[in-house]
């Protein structure tokens, strides 16, 4: 009986996706414009997170132990510092090897740093800490300027704030962006599957005189939007992929250096299963909303 | 009678029933009958006397604001809007501008009342078969209605209408969009089915059709019941 049943709604929605093909290439050409969009905003969304990831990564606090401070006290501090929550490594550089850095890094005027060696050395032990969570950066400043022998903690707190407000925006954006992009969906779909439900309004009315059930009259309807929202997925996913390719392979050749984007392999498996679901929920949607006032018969 | 006496041969039962639409407009006042299993009853009555309101009650498409209805074996006030598809399923529905599906044929027009309650092909086939010929359509089932006369088109909603086995018929004014000749091959046909032993419960305007066919015949002026007596119009509808 559920067999028949689902046997005689694929074939009615089947039969009527091809008997109304005009509405239904409507639908579906719609579908395709907001998972376009839709798949815009996602990717926009996924790279500026993506990006503030490695900017986060590469994020650190600078922790300069007090001058008076032996290379073996300065040591000690090291498990102190790790014990702090929120920090991922604490890395030891000693005065030594930070003059080596400054050195290395201003090689041309090499020769002024010579007389800074040994006791002369007026740079201080330093710890360089990165984070598990940079969001936690101002809480791990404080408990660690609280330990005995660190004089000065330095963060880089507007990098810092751009980077999470950055990732804070884009992930709101995005998200903004997906639910409107959403709603207007269901909204020109509902209207254009309306034009199809209202052109059957009379095969609705009779099949409830006759005792069909909502759901009988319904399941033909959903399928429809269904089948349009995997179509038009499957349309929309061909022309945002290869532009994406396009994007990806300009940026490595042209801009890469500071931050790379997301690798075309790694954002098409959530593309492809977003737009399936998106392009699902907007067709099946769109049709329970459009049937819901010829029901009341 | 009250209503928990109904008598089980009861099919229709309107007990005290008023409905009063939006605007204060009183459709009917205090309305009572009961239509028992195997009868033949018209309701006549002149243009919003309330004949449209007791089909939209019996149908669930309006609920009474007073008194009781029990259709088959629902109260339409109390019933849950879910259980609409099982009571409509129990009566079958003939309606004046016929109502079928222009792109279907005859056979899928009438096979399809019988796909909403999950038949097989395998009974549709059989059972379409016999109500198409018990309407005389058997050799039209191919046609659309587009190529039917007015006549064979309400026969093919009769024969929608009886396919489910409906323990009654309610008809509203089945033959008001056909030529005399034609009516009257269309109340043969009512006629027989109600022989075969479906209750058919016919709204109509025709006083000749009624006066013809010397059934019971209930009367309905302003929202009220004037009259309910067995025999045609002269005994039933003078003040019509």
């Known amino acids: 009986m559920l067999g028949r049943a689902c046997s005689n709604y694929f074939a009615k929605a089947f039969s009527n996706l091809w008997k109304n093909r005009l509405f239904s290439l409507l639908s579906t050409a719609t579908i395709v414009f907001c998972l376009l969009l839709l798949g815009i905003a996602l990717i926009l969304g996924s790279n500026i997170t993506y990006v503030s990831k490695q900017l986060e990564v590469q994020y650190e606090i600078h922790a ?30 000693s005065k030594e090897e930070a003059l080596a850095g400054m050195e290395e890094s201003m090689a041309d005027s090499a020769s002024a740093f010579e007389m800074l060696h040994g006791e002369e050395n007026p740079l201080p032990h330093t710890y360089d800490i990165t984070l598990t969570d940079v969001s936690k950066a101002n809480e791990v400043v404080a408990e660690v300027s609280k330990l005995v022998g660190i004089d000065e903690v330095k963060n880089r707190s507007d990098v810092l704030n751009s980077i999470i407000n950055t990732s804070r925006a884009a992930q709101a954006v995005s998200m903004i962006g997906m639910i409107i992009f959403a709603l207007v969906g269901i909204f020109i779909i509902s209207s254009t599957i309306k034009m199809s439900v209202t052109a059957r309004q009379r095969e609705i009315e009779i099949m409830k005189y006759v005792g069909a059930t909502d759901w009988y009259i319904r399941w033909p309807f959903i399928i429809e939007g269904t089948v349009m929202g995997i179509i038009g997925a499957l349309i929309a996913y ?29 954002l098409q498996a959530r593309v492809i299963l977003i737009f399936a679901i998106m392009g699902c929920f907007l067709g099946a949607f769109g049709s329970v909303i459009s049937i819901r006032k010829h029901l009341k018969v | 009678m009250p209503f928990s006496e109904i008598n089980t041969q009861t099919v229709v039962q309107f007990e005290g029933v008023t409905k009063i639409y939006e605007g204060g407009v009183k459709a009917l006042d205090n309305v009572s009958f009961s239509v028992n299993k195997g009868e033949f009853v018209f309701i006549i009555g002149p243009s919003g006397a309330g004949k449209s309101t007791i089909t939209k009650l019996m149908i669930h498409e309006e609920t009474p604001d007073n008194g009781r209805v029990k259709v088959a074996d629902f109260d339409i006030a109390s019933m849950h809007r879910k259980h609409i598809p099982t009571l409509r399923r129990s009566m079958g529905m ?25 038949a097989s092909q395998k009974q549709i086939r059989r059972r379409v078969s016999t109500v198409l010929s018990q309407t005389g359509l058997s050799d039209k089932w191919k046609f659309l209605p587009s190529q039917l006369s007015g006549g064979e088109q309400q026969r093919v909603g009769i024969a929608r209408a009886l396919v489910n086995n409906p323990k009654f018929i309610v008809a509203d004014e089945p033959t008001g969009n056909l030529d005399n000749d034609t009516a009257d091959g269309i109340m043969e046909l009512l006629d027989q089915i109600n022989k075969c032993g479906t209750t058919i419960i016919m709204v109509t305007h025709s006083q000749q059709i009624v006066e013809r066919m010397k059934k019971r015949v209930i009367t309905i002026e302003n929202g009220i019941v004037v009259k309910d007596e067995q025999g045609g119009y002269n005994h039933a509808g003078e003040s019509l």
């Open chain 1, 64 to 93: 300069y132990v007090d001058l008076s401070y032996s290379e073996a006290d300065a040591k000690r501090l090291q498990s102190k510092i790790n014990d702090i929550p929120y920090v991922d490594t604490a890395t030891f550089v």
């Open chain 1, 238 to 266: 061909v022309p945002v992929t290869i532009g994406y390719a396009n994007i990806v392979s300009w940026w490595q050749s042209n801009g890469a250096g500071m931050f790379e984007l997301i690798p075309l392999i790694d």
């Open chain 2, 94 to 118: 003939v309606f004046q501008d016929f109502r079928l599906l222009p792109n279907k044929t005859v056979y899928e027009n009438v096979a399809f009342a019988m796909e909403i309650i999950g």
